[in-house]
């Protein structure tokens, strides 16, 4: 078999040495290079070949690329680099790889034209002073074959190593069965129709209740479409924790079937979660693990792909054995594993690593959303940028003196854009133009101060340039998508402001995300409507929606609608004695742990304080606000098999969806709010928007700005309760609004709501 590679992959796989260096240094844009590649070619003479293709053969192997430039007079091949700063600080590891790529192209230009030598030369091309810095060297062109042999002879070896994994792993999952005696009810029905979707590179929205086996149920069929469809990679992508646990278990099952399965499976976490030396800075003057950290990764790259399965703990064992950083081991090991679990934004977000290399290697890859629910409210965060005007004046004040000037200039043309504002919020109806390229001139300012002086800079300073940029990229892409909104805050003296590009449909962005992928699954409880997913989400023209067959029984829950009661704001003084009693009768009937939800943090207190005081001897807690890991974990440690108790959360909270309390441990939730956002600025402006975007396509403003993501909560948080198909249990929808019929319809189609008057008469019923 005969494999292709190009330099610059040949030499980035074969000739990187020495540290990882990570100090922050401003580069060249994409257009800045390009323009400077230009620049350097234009100085050359009439006869110089920019741009020029060359190939080259060794045995298995085709390496072909372009080199920058060749001066046929001069016998001089040139491989030109932009930067920006003094040239003594390319760091040294960079500079291997440029002349590891010339000497490459060098040998190829010997072969095809039969030189005997030739002069070499990288070119640093400054962007900023136009500046050239060429280092050049004469090489014989049998040292050149032996150099360029020894690389394709690493890679070659690599290669059909890669080569005999995909054959191994592809047969392996032709034999691949479920890993269970029976699927459970609708499982199959979900695996088979994801399995379709990967076969057939479409984009599926399943809707499918806890408790079916949703993860085991996708990510069956969709390895089992590898071979036919010739995958490449299958990216798992999560909003939460716990999703990526659940990801692990099920591939751990499918794994057990096959001694040594070959299939590789790396768990990618975030950067700050994965670093074992926060303290330090990621160079090899600081950190340990970034010294010499290119000379050591083939042996941990080696180990890691032959372990296979490489879940956090493992391949921080792995990286510290072999004294390397575990995130960026991680990050390298992203590039040969088959499955890569993550969150969302390492496929999803501007600068998405996973991303980047599907289109870089032009992978075919298949993608699974779990839990897709939240990947509106994640894909908004993405590509929404804030500038705080509090910490600008902070770091304006420490600033170095050659950057007062821009600051300033940012700093007046804001404090102008609400001298007029009376409001403490308001929406803007177009971009602050003046105000956008004071910012751009400070970023190019920072830039430029940052090149001549890398280190020592404030961290304040660093932020505000990142999100300066980020600003900046977004207001390039404004449209009816996003909202430019200020918001005041009292300063002392002055008047001071907070200045966002919020995103409200992520559609834009998230769309080619989709479109680059072979096929996608998105799967959740709570998909519905289909539209509203599809106009926010970017999701390809023909995706399909499947509710899929729940496996519980509607006597295995009683759901109770209350008829005679508001939670709305101006209604809820009222709706505590109402709320308290029922509570109270229910626990009464049947003794157990029982979850209660609110609207918000007041209300959760108003509640608890009133049934505090009229049943104390009812054992309750609650969620508090900012709470850790540690009291999130207390917080749930009180539902056991044997306790009692009732805990009171906020609705849309940690505990309103990805916990699992099955039996015993909870049997029952008092649901007192629709969960729809507030009404305020923002979320009238986002219902305006969403009716003029999606109107004519039946799209209700109301609905998708209020209706759709409450209910989303109310069906989240309901379904704690029944967790496998032996559970019972009841829930309490709170407010009279759930009797409507445009709400009832968003409701799981296998519950059968039945009416409830809270009077004192009303008793609840005991649910066997």
Not at 178 to 183: E, G, I, K, R, S
Not at 228 to 253: H, V
Request: proline share 6%.
């Amino acid at each position: 078999m005969s494999y292709a590679v190009a330099v610059r992959a040949l030499c980035e796989f074969t000739a990187k040495e020495g540290d990882l260096d990570l100090r922050f240094t401003p580069a060249p844009t994409a257009a800045e290079g390009m323009a400077g590649h230009a620049t350097v070619v234009a100085r050359r003479g009439a006869g110089y070949l920019a741009e020029l293709p060359l190939a080259g053969a060794y045995p298995g192997l085709l390496v072909s690329g372009r080199a920058d430039g060749y001066d046929p007079q001069l016998n001089l091949l040139e491989e030109i680099k932009t930067h920006r700063g003094d040239v003594a600080r390319i760091p040294q590891n960079h500079r291997l790889l440029h002349w590891a790529q010339v000497k490459v192209y060098g040998w190829l230009l010997c072969d095809e034209q039969g030189l005997e030598e030739i002069d070499l030369a990288v070119v640093y091309f400054n962007v900023v002073t136009q500046k050239e810095t060429a280092f050049r060297e004469r090489f014989a062109a049998v040292d050149l074959r032996t150099f360029f042999e020894l690389q394709c002879s690493r890679f070659i070896a690599w290669a059909e190593q890669e080569s005999a994994h995909r054959v191994a792993r592809d047969r392996s999952l032709e034999r691949l069965r479920f890993p269970y005696p029976a699927f459970r009810k609708g499982q199959r029905q979900l695996a088979e129709n994801v399995y379709r979707a990967a076969r057939d590179g479409d984009t599926l929205m399943a809707q499918a209740t806890t408790g079916i086996g949703k993860t085991l149920g996708t990510l069956f069929p969709q390895l089992k479409a590898f071979p036919g469809q010739r995958l490449d990679r299958l990216f798992f992508l999560t909003a939460k924790t716990p999703g990526r646990a659940l990801a692990l278990d099920a591939l751990a099952a499918l794994r057990r079937q096959e001694d040594h399965m070959p299939l590789r499976v790396l768990e990618h976490v975030a950067r700050d979660k994965a670093c074992e030396h926060p303290d330090k800075a990621c160079h090899g003057e600081s950190c340990p693990l970034a010294k010499g950290f290119y000379d050591r990764l083939p042996a941990a790259r080696k180990a890691a792909l032959e372990r296979r399965w490489l879940p956090q703990e493992a391949l921080r064992a792995i990286a510290l054995e072999h004294r390397v950083c575990p995130y960026y081991l991680s990050q390298e090991l992203c590039r040969w594993a088959d499955v890569v679990v993550c969150d969302y934004n390492y496929y999803f977000d501007m600068a998405a690593l996973l991303y980047s290399l599907t289109v870089l290697n032009g992978w075919r890859v298949t993608l699974l959303v779990d839990e897709a629910h939240n990947l509106i409210e994640r894909g908004r965060g993405m590509y929404t940028a804030t500038l705080d005007q509090r910490e600008f004046k902070a770091l304006r004040k420490g600033a170095p003196a050659k950057l007062k000037g821009v600051l300033e200039r940012v700093d007046r043309h804001w404090s102008q854009l609400h001298r007029e504002q009376q409001e403490p919020y308001l929406i803007y109806p177009a971009l602050p133009d003046l105000f956008i390229a004071a910012v751009q001139k400070a970023v190019t300012a920072i830039t430029d101060h940052l090149t001549d002086q890398p280190t020592g800079n404030d961290a304040t300073l660093l932020r505000f340039y990142l999100d300066a940029m980020l600003f900046c990229r977004l207001a390039e892409a404004y449209g009816p998508h996003s909202l430019f909104d200020i918001t005041l805050d009292e300063g002392g003296r002055h008047v001071l402001s907070t200045l966002c590009l919020r995103n409200i449909v992520p559609a834009p962005f998230l769309a080619p995300r989709f479109e680059t992928a072979h096929s996608t699954t998105l799967f959740s409880a709570t998909l519905s409507p289909a539209p509203y997913y599809t106009d926010l989400l970017g999701l390809p023209e023909g995706t399909r929606w499947l509710d899929v067959e729940s496996p519980f029984l509607a006597e295995q829950l009683e759901v109770r609608t209350v008829s005679d009661l508001s939670t709305r704001y101006r209604h809820r003084e009222s709706s505590l004695a109402p709320i308290v009693a029922l509570m109270a009768r229910q626990y009464a009937a049947r003794p157990g742990n029982y979850l209660a939800f609110f609207s918000s943090y007041a209300y959760l207190r108003q509640v608890l304080d009133a049934f505090r005081a009229a049943h104390p001897g009812i054992p309750v807690w609650e969620q508090s606000r900012s709470m850790n890991e540690v009291e999130r974990s207390l917080f749930l440690a009180r539902f056991t098999e044997t306790s009692r108790g009732i805990g009171f959360a906020v609705l849309g909270g940690a505990f309103g969806e990805g916990i699992d309390l099955p039996g015993e441990r909870l049997v029952g939730a008092f649901i007192a709010t629709l969960g729809m956002p507030q009404v305020n600025p923002v979320n009238e402006e986002v219902k305006a928007r969403m009716q003029a975007m999606f109107g004519e396509r039946g799209g209700n403003g109301f609905d998708y700005a209020y209706l759709y993501p409450g209910l989303q909560k109310v069906v989240q948080a309901a379904g704690r309760v029944i967790r496998t198909t032996e559970d019972s249990g009841v829930v309490y929808l709170l407010d009279a609004r759930f009797g409507r019929a445009e709400v009832r319809r968003l409701l799981p189609g296998w519950w059968r709501p039945r009416p409830l008057r809270i009077g004192r008469e009303a008793e609840p019923q005991p649910v066997d």
